[in-house]
Nanobody, 120 residues
């Protein structure tokens, strides 16, 4: 089975930065980040495709977060200008489909999540 492991979460001050990583056991075309705060539904953050596919961001993080991946099996989320409402558990996910999507149901495998807390 595909395994995903997130890392890099922690505590940051408002306006600060964190960099999340997701290591996958196999290469997949589409990889994405979602987040879930207590009492909230799982929310799309960003997604990146394979070579020549591009990236896609939610409006809430556009201009602040940057998603990227290397040519191995690792995806990154650089989070800048963090705000308290960015606080959530962040999950990485992969999709076997060739189309980038913001819908959780389009992703097949999920990591365990990493906590991000933004507080002064």
């Amino acid at each position: 089975q595909v395994q995903l492991v997130e890392s890099g979460g922690g505590l940051a001050q408002p306006g600060g930065s964190l960099r999340l990583s997701c290591a996958a056991s196999v290469f997949t075309l589409i990889m994405g980040w979602f987040r879930q705060a207590p009492g909230k539904e799982r929310e799309f953050v960003a997604a990146v495709g394979g070579i020549g596919v591009g990236t896609y961001y939610s409006d809430s993080v556009k201009g602040r977060f940057t998603i990227s991946r290397d040519n191995a099996k690792t995806m990154y989320l650089q989070m800048n200008s963090l705000r308290p409402d960015d606080t959530a558990v962040y999950y990485c996910a992969t999709s076997v489909k060739p189309t980038i999507s913001s819908e959780p149901g389009e992703y097949n495998f999920w990591g365990q999540g990493t906590q991000v807390t933004v507080s002064s």
